[in-house]
């Protein structure tokens, strides 16, 4: 069995990059958020971390979810649920 690690870890990224612009466009584009957003990639010492780790596993994302479980199905379900309402409570 594949697992979920990797797709998991895909999301996580995918997920905090639209946390990032939820907070920098809630008020509006502005010009900083550009800059923001830049700073994020380019010196979070934990976001790149985590990119670093999502794109060396990416590959694997396919065959995780050929394989995936209903267990781990409602465990992506659940984390994407989660960082929805994260989001959604940001934008609020």
């Known amino acids: 069995m594949a697992g979920i690690k990797e797709t998991k870890d895909v999301l996580a990224v995918g997920f905090k990059v639209a946390e990032v612009l939820a ?8 010009a900083k958020d550009g800059m ?12 790149q971390v985590k990119f670093k780790e999502a794109i060396a596993g990416i590959e694997q ?5 050929k394989e995936v479980s209903v267990f781990e199905g409602l465990e992506l ?3 994407a ?7 959604g409570d940001i934008l609020a």
Do not use: H, Y
Request: proline share 3%; net charge negative; charged share 25%.
């Open 23 to 30: 907070l920098l466009l809630k008020d509006g584009v502005q």
């Open 36 to 47: 923001a957003l830049i700073d994020l990639v380019l010196t979070n010492a934990d976001f």
């Open 61 to 65: 994302v396919p065959d995780e979810l």
């Open 77 to 79: 379900g659940q984390f």
């Open 81 to 87: 649920l989660a960082q929805v309402k994260k989001i």
